[in-house]
């Protein structure tokens, strides 16, 4: 069962090989959404500063049941947050907002902020400043792993080429119908696991006809699909749902979908 199944991460962590996405789910609901999925057997949350939910987040890992140490809490350094200072006051506000020791995995959002999201200016220089102070946040054992998301070749190569600690992550979207395979092979041969967030790319998928024929021919959903196509390329699927029946619907993916259709899949276009 794919609940059970981990990666290993380049530091000797293990994560579990799925995760519960909690982007746009408000801070007052995430908790009983983290209780509901650790009843379903989900071990790994990914949340972030700018969700504004890590408060509920940590109030639902406590509710759950489950031992802390059984959980992989994931979350993110604002991609506004762009100088040394910044991150380190940020990181110590994660913690104490979660209500936990420490964060198992701490991420950049983004290279830049959102609103020049794309832009020519990549912020080099700040990223590797906000870099040093995750490596600090690391080496203190405030975060138990460290490592990017949206990066790009150049943006991953900045780091790479001054970090103490590499980054163990780059979490970026990856779905049917928008597989960027160039940047996802290049960031496994530097060691650097891919999370996929929005693998059912935001519900989009769920009116594609194509798609939901490939789903038909497996008996699966199109959401069961598409998380299953993240997996078969490697990567780790973040998706979000708050409703029990979804959580569970979500990790009844122990099927292989054949190499023809994995080639069909990435080709289809949005």
């Known amino acids: 069962m794919i609940l059970h199944e981990t990666y290993n991460l380049s ?18 609901d995430v908790a009983q959404t983290v209780v509901e999925a650790g009843k379903a ?15 509920g987040v940590g109030e639902g890992i406590r509710d759950s049941g489950v031992d802390r140490a059984d959980w992989f809490i994931t979350s993110k350094v604002a991609a506004e947050i762009k100088s040394y200072e910044e991150a380190v006051a940020s990181i110590d506000q994660s913690l104490e907002t979660l209500g936990v020791d420490s964060i198992d995995l701490m991420l950049i959002h983004c ?39 949206n990066f790009q070749k150049e943006d991953l190569d900045n780091i790479l080429s001054v970090c103490k600690v590499k980054p163990v992550v780059n979490q970026i979207q990856v779905n049917i119908g928008h597989t960027p395979m160039e940047l996802i092979q290049y960031t496994h041969e530097q060691g650097i696991l891919v999370e996929a967030y929005s693998p059912i790319a935001h519900g989009d998928l769920l ?35 708050v409703t029990p029946k979804h959580m569970k619907h979500n990790t009844d993916v122990d099927f292989t979908i054949s190499e023809e259709d994995m080639d069909y899949l990435k080709n289809i276009k949005r």
Do not use: C
């Open 111 to 149: 290279p830049q902020p959102w609103n020049e999201f794309g832009g020519e200016n990549r912020y080099f220089e700040e990223n590797r400043a906000v870099w040093r102070a995750l490596e600090e946040a690391y080496e203190a054992g405030k975060l138990r792993a460290i490592g990017v998301s």
């Open 41 to 55: 057997g989900y071990r790994h949350v990914d949340t972030a500063q700018a969700y504004e939910n890590e408060r």
């Open 207 to 241: 009116e594609n006809e194509q798609v939901a024929g490939i789903a038909d021919k497996y008996g699966v959903s199109v959401a069961q699909l598409s998380i299953r196509y993240d997996l078969q390329l490697g990567l780790l699927p973040l998706p979000k749902t």
């Open 11 to 28: 530091n000797g962590m293990k994560v579990p090989k799925l995760g519960l996405g909690t982007w746009m789910i408000d801070d007052k």
